[in-house]
């Protein structure tokens, strides 16, 4: 079994994305699949019931107490699921469509309850033998993780994109492509709404394919940010919105027919629009490698430095150091055991410049760990089974927490 994510649900969320990695990394627990047959449309529901020690992501029960929580950090989740993936195609043109709502329901914070909303469609377009790319948008709506945020409110953030790439193979062994994508995000709650923002990215890339089927190429990378919103910081409204260019090498490399290497690596600088001293420019790389020793075992690792966000998309960022590893093992053909396990520092001195967040105080180290167990009884029906654990260290200062959880995930596609 070949990790292909297209549609990721985790648990019973789903997130458009694209993966190379053979095992998943940076989902746990691993994300649903729904690959609906060629040419079919496909409805599926689902069911998942999870328990989670510290849902807020709080240091002890003495900080819960403080906010008038209680001492108890547990609840108890249940999720139901309803949703319809599309795959056709049309000539040449390939047309995938995943559609789904998630009903959410915490039994002890009611607070919380709410529903998640997704959207994924992509349009393969084929145009002659030489010109291909994607067109396609996406739409989420659902609660915003607590690792930065852990208020007792229904912070849903809602996020909005739409996308268009293409490809010209002007040459057996090379190819040229581009891209534009546009990003709105934005937060229900008033106090997060400086959060606010949308992107415009535009890539363009020159790309070597070499006749084993690996490819070496140089993209470069423009992304401009708005946040409409300005930011309180120290008494001074400051507008954070900001210019980010990459200049990259990436490279696919098939060193066997059992193992590959991923490289994307090279020179980044940002420019923040009020705030000079919150600038960054530096190397960011990300190594990772694929490698099946037999049909049964898959095992996945990677490395990155790189500067990311809180919450991945606010401007307030970080330089971050991590190691991922991530291992699937096909014990028969109805079970497959996943084990998960990734850790990332991360350093928040560069953007101390601006906001509360940008705090050296905040800088920190994240593990999680997840153990997994996939049952598919039928090629419908799939039982998911995993237990996870998550930590924050702060490096200096009080905080930080630990949480452990475990969920059981069922869905049938009819």
Aim: with cysteine; glycine share 8%; net charge negative.
């Amino acid at each position: 079994m070949r990790w292909r994510i297209i549609f990721l649900l985790p648990i019973c969320s789903c997130v458009a994305a694209q993966a190379t990695d053979l095992v998943p990394t940076d989902i746990m627990p691993p994300a649903d699949i729904v690959q609906p047959p060629a040419d079919a449309v496909t409805p599926y529901a689902g069911y998942s019931v999870g328990y989670d020690s510290n849902l807020l992501r709080l240091q002890n029960s003495a900080a819960a107490q403080a906010m008038g929580l209680g001492s108890d950090l547990s609840d108890t989740t249940q999720r139901y699921l309803f949703g319809l993936a599309v795959d056709k195609t049309l000539s040449r043109q390939h047309l995938t469509a995943n559609l789904n709502v998630t009903k959410v329901d915490y039994d002890h914070f009611g607070e919380l309850d709410h529903y998640d909303k997704n959207l994924a469609a992509n349009w393969n377009w084929h145009a002659g033998d030489h010109f291909e790319g994607n067109i396609g948008a996406n739409y989420s709506q659902g609660l915003t993780p607590f690792i930065d945020f852990h208020l007792l409110e229904r912070n849903i953030r809602t996020e909005e994109s739409a996308y268009a790439d293409g490809s010209w193979l002007f040459h057996p062994s090379w190819r040229v492509r581009g891209g534009l994508t546009y990003t709105k995000l934005k937060y229900d709650l008033v106090s997060q709404q400086p959060l606010d923002n949308t992107r415009n990215q535009s890539e363009l890339g020159l790309d070597y394919l070499a006749a084993s089927g690996s490819t070496i190429g140089l993209q470069l990378r423009h992304t401009h940010a708005d946040f409409p919103t300005p930011e309180l910081d120290n008494g001074v409204l400051v507008l954070n919105g900001y210019n980010q260019d990459e200049v990259k090498a990436k490279i696919d490399w098939l060193l066997s027919g059992k193992t590959q290497l991923h490289f994307l690596g090279g020179w980044v600088s940002r420019t923040q629009d009020a705030s000079q001293v919150s600038n960054f420019s530096g190397i960011n790389t990300r190594l990772s490698a694929d490698w099946s020793p037999t049909g049964k075992i898959q095992l996945t690792v990677a490395g990155w430095r790189e500067i990311g966000a809180v919450d991945d998309l606010s401007t307030v960022y970080s330089l971050n150091h991590g190691a991922s590893l991530a291992s699937a093992w096909q014990y028969s053909e109805k079970i497959q055991l996943v084990a998960q396990y990734k850790y990332q520092k991360r350093d928040f001195g560069q953007s101390a410049g601006t906001g509360t967040l940008g705090s050296l105080n905040q800088n920190d180290v994240l593990r999680d760990t997840a153990l997994s167990v996939v049952y598919n009884p039928t090629q419908r029906w799939r039982v998911q089974l995993s237990g996870i654990r998550s930590t924050q260290t702060l490096k200096s200062g009080a905080g930080g927490f630990v949480s452990n959880g475990v969920t059981l995930n069922t869905r049938y596609a009819f």
